[in-house]
Structure formats: C-alpha cells, structure tokens
C-alpha cells in the first residue's frame, strides 16, 4: 500500500490562500470521506486540522477548510499567517481497519 | 484534561526488541480506540496499527505485520506496542494518538517516544 502523494513543498505569502493536494485511490481517498489533515511544526507533535473530509476540530480557525473530489482531497489555508509555516500530512482510511497517510507538504510563509 | 503519557527514550541494537507504553488519562480508557504511529527523521507520518482498550482487539498495517503486537492494560489505562527484530531503519519517533469514537481520526496525540536502533 503505497503512501498518499503531496506535493513536497508549497508556499505563499501572507494573507493568500493555498492549497494543499492529496491524491489516493478509489480504494482509500476515493472510497470514503475519512480524510483528516495535520499540522507539525518541528519537534511537535501533529496536530489535528481537519476530519471528515471537512470538519474543523472545535475551536480552530476557520482560515482551514478541506474538501474531495474522486480520488483527490484538499486542505486550503486562507489569510496565510507566519504561524501557519509547518509539516502538513492527509491521512485517509483505507479499508479494514487500517489507515494511510501522504508524504507531507512543507508549507512556507514567505 | 485528556492526556497521553509515552515512556522515555530507547537505544536498542538491532535484532533486539522494543517496547513502549502510552499512559492515558482524563476519559474513560475502554472507551477510545488507540493508534500507533511513527516517523523517522525528517521523514513523513507512518500508521502502525490501532488497538480496541475494551476487548483488545487489533488491527496492523501490513508492513509491520508479524513484528509489532499492540497490547493494553485497563488497570492502569496503559497501552503499549511492541516491536521486534529492530533494524536501523525502525530508528524514529513513536507516537501514540487517541480517536474519538472508532472514527479513525487522531484528535489526541501522546508527546512521541524516540527509539534508535543501533550497534
């Protein structure tokens, strides 16, 4: 089972909007929307942003949204901010119990 | 407060086996399900399996099948995995994380526990 693709690096300056991609297959991303994002700054644990494909944890930004079409899920960061510079992974349930995460995208604030 | 608690750091040589505890608190233990994952440095986030606290029941990626056993313990709300037949390559983090609900999503991560595997 081979890990979700990210893209390795994306960046913007402050105040724009990006988005991250997360490509799977029609047996993981594509079958379920059980689609979560995490952010780790470095020598941090990860933290969770968003699940279910678009639900944002209680008391988190609303700058982050996510959202799928077919095999592909998405994490936008709106009104970019410094503090928002760090490691982004997608995880996604793939069947049996079992989950998969992407490779990671390193987001950087210009 | 919710709160995972992993062991201390380990060195181990390879071949030999490792075995980390994850302390819950602050909710009822049997009812979350607890994920295993892990990273090694400066690589992306690897799931290792999930363990049922209620009855015990597990379930493990497939590439870690046959080396690691996740195993609990309800009279202290502890969790542990292990692995064995450690290679350098297993050198990483490891991190615990709780669900809330059998929903498969980590809204609750232990503070990482750092294994290398060397000779």
């Known amino acids: 089972q081979s890990a979700l693709t990210q893209p390795a690096s994306v960046s913007g300056s402050p105040g724009q909007s990006i988005t991250i991609s997360c490509t799977g297959t029609?047996?993981?991303?594509?079958?379920?929307?059980?689609v979560s994002w995490y952010q780790q700054h470095p020598g941090k644990a990860p933290k969770l942003m968003i699940y279910?494909?678009?639900k944002r944890p209680s008391g988190d930004p609303n700058r982050f949204s996510g959202s799928k079409s077919g095999n592909t899920a998405s994490l936008t960061i709106s009104g970019l901010q410094a503090e928002d510079e760090a490691d982004y992974y997608c995880?996604?349930?793939?069947?049996?119990?079992?989950?998969?995460f992407g490779g990671g995208t390193k987001l950087t604030v210009l | 407060q919710v709160q995972l608690v992993q062991s201390g750091a380990e060195v181990k040589k390879p071949g030999a086996s490792v075995k980390v505890s994850c302390k819950a608190s602050g909710y009822t233990f049997t009812n979350y399900y607890v994920h295993w994952m892990r990273q090694a440095p400066g690589q992306g986030l690897e799931w290792m399996g999930i363990i049922n606290p209620s009855g015990g029941s597990t379930s493990y990626a497939q590439m870690f099948q046959g080396r690691v056993t996740m195993t609990r313990d309800t009279s202290t709300s502890t969790v542990y995995m292990e692995l064995s037949s450690l290679r350098s390559e297993d050198t990483a983090v490891y991190y615990c994380a709780r669900d809330q609900g059998a929903d498969y999503v980590f809204h609750y991560w232990g503070q990482g526990t750092l294994v290398t595997v060397s000779s």
């Open positions: 029609s047996s993981d991303v594509g079958s379920y929307n059980l």
């Open positions: 279910d494909v678009t």
């Open positions: 995880c996604s349930y793939a069947g049996s119990s079992t989950l998969i």
